[in-house]
């Protein structure tokens, strides 16, 4: 869990039942939609689900609240999208 990898409180979860293939894309757009409906700001990484043009791209982007990362499947989120994710995360503070 990151809770207790980077001693955090716990994290409230956007599902917890399992999903799989269409359920599972339909379920993480749902959830991203939902955090930004909520006035949230998102950080959505994900290798195959997170939109890196596009319409849905412009939708999650589009106040600048969301920032979407979609790392390489082999070598996982790097070091400069870590850094995005710092700079993002320090934004409006």
């Known amino acids: 869990m990151l809770e207790r ?17 269409a359920g599972a894309s339909a379920a993480k757009l749902a959830a991203a939609r939902k955090v930004l409906a909520n006035g949230r700001r998102l950080i959505w990484t994900d290798d195959l689900e997170v939109p890196h043009s596009g ?24 070091r400069s999208e870590l850094n995005d994710i710092h700079v993002f995360a320090l934004k409006d503070r």
């Open 5 to 21: 990898l980077w001693s955090l409180p716990t994290l409230g979860r956007a599902f917890t039942e399992p999903f799989r293939d």
């Open 55 to 78: 319409p849905l791209y412009d939708e999650l982007t589009a106040d600048g609240r969301g920032l979407l990362i979609r790392p390489n499947s082999s070598r996982g989120l790097q």
